[in-house]
């Protein structure tokens, strides 16, 4: 067998690439000074947070969070007692097959064909919920991830949660901005937290904004029905349905889009958010905190209510704000019931005591 004959081995070596004369003064066009954006780059201001301008003397309410999924019995028995009716059904379609067949052959058929149609109708409905269960599990990932990548030493976690936060919401034209400045950071050397909270405030500025539009539209809804309605039941129904759909539009606004166990699994979130913390008291003295005093007692019993009312679908819509939204709020202001008081209660908010300010 013969040698493999030896590479001859180099030394390291620097090279100096000539470049064409040009117009940069003697710099090398391809080196520039360090920075830590490109000059096209326009960082979002404060003033474009719908949040951040507004003060309140009320205190500030808890985030809200999804409720840990633990062990439970009646898990187990709802789930056996649901694959004991689907075996019950199953036998009974069957049979009504069969009895079919017995009196016609093409009453068989149509029976097998019919059953046919509905079990695949059946799997697509049951295919969409899993995705929706899916799309709202991975926005709380995400949201987790948000908050590790935040305590990373370094900014490749960051980078992954600026790129599952693109890949979330590439289908939203609100965000197309903020992902083409985005994109112009990737060759620039950010810090994870800076680059978090660039990510936030590009991404999720434009829709905390109209976030804000669908909780007041709701708040002011609510709050004229039920001033004007005659019924409490009409009222209640009412409430009932501003806040589901509210709770809906908020999922689909940050990426969500929740089927219908999606859907009850956050509206269960929010009324046990709602029932730890506490909801807004009804009566006179919180509209004499928000109005004034003197105003207050000059106000209608339908009046407060719709006041009250309004602002319980608000405190519903943060709540649903806090479960949707896929990153936590670090460098936008998080919105509190105060946000909402002036639209819902136009030129009463200026005239509160100094009792209540101080």
């Known amino acids: 067998m013969s040698e493999t004959p030896k590479i001859p081995q180099r030394k390291p070596a620097v090279f100096t690439i000539e470049n064409e004369p040009s117009d940069t ?11 830590s ?17 507004t003060t309140s003397a009320l205190p500030d309410v808890t985030e809200a969070a999804p409720r840990k999924r633990r062990f439970s019995f009646a898990r187990i028995a709802f789930g056996a007692l649901g ?12 049979g009504l097959i069969r009895d079919l067949f017995t ?6 058929y149509l029976a097998i064909t019919t059953a046919a149609i509905g079990l695949l109708a059946f799997l697509v409905i049951v295919a969409r919920e899993l995705s929706g269960l899916m799309r709202l599990n991975a926005v709380q990932a995400l949201k987790q991830e948000a908050i590790d990548a935040s305590l990373a030493p370094t900014a490749k976690p960051a980078r992954q949660v600026m790129a599952h936060l693109i890949h979330l919401l590439a289908a939203k034209p609100q ?16 810090d994870g937290p800076h680059l978090l909270d660039l990510t936030e405030r590009e991404l999720l500025t434009p829709l905390d904004r109209e976030a804000r539009g669908l909780i007041l539209n709701a708040s002011k809804r609510v709050s004229i029905v039920t001033a004007v309605s005659p019924r409490a039941l009409v009222d209640l129904g009412y409430v009932i349905y501003e806040s589901a759909r509210l709770i809906r539009a908020m999922a689909d606004l940050y990426g969500g889009r929740p089927g219908t166990l999606g859907m009850l699994r956050l509206m269960r979130d929010v009324i046990a958010h709602l029932a730890v913390t506490g ?3 009804v009566g006179d003295s919180l509209i004499q905190q928000l109005l004034g005093h003197g105003l207050a007692s000059k106000l209608s019993a339908r009046l407060g209510e719709g006041v009250i009312n309004g602002l319980m679908t608000a405190r519903i819509g943060i709540a649903a704000m806090d479960l949707c939204r896929p990153m936590p709020f670090r460098a936008l202001k998080r919105p509190g019931i105060g946000d909402f008081i002036g639209d819902l209660t136009p030129g009463t908010t200026k ?5 209540v300010d101080g």
Do not use: C, H, Q, Y
């Open 37 to 53: 954006f490109d000059e096209n780059i326009v960082m979002t201001d404060d003033a474009d947070d719908p949040f951040a301008a």
């Open 279 to 281: 909801s807004i008291a």
């Open 175 to 190: 965000t197309a901005r903020g992902r083409l400045r985005l994109k112009e950071t990737e060759i620039e050397i950010i």
């Open 351 to 355: 005239t509160r005591t100094p009792e």
């Open 103 to 108: 009196r016609a052959d093409w009453l068989g």
């Open 83 to 94: 694959i004991l009716v689907s075996l019950a059904v199953g036998l009974w379609v069957d």
């Open 25 to 35: 003064g003697g710099r090398d066009p391809l080196r520039r000074s360090p920075a």
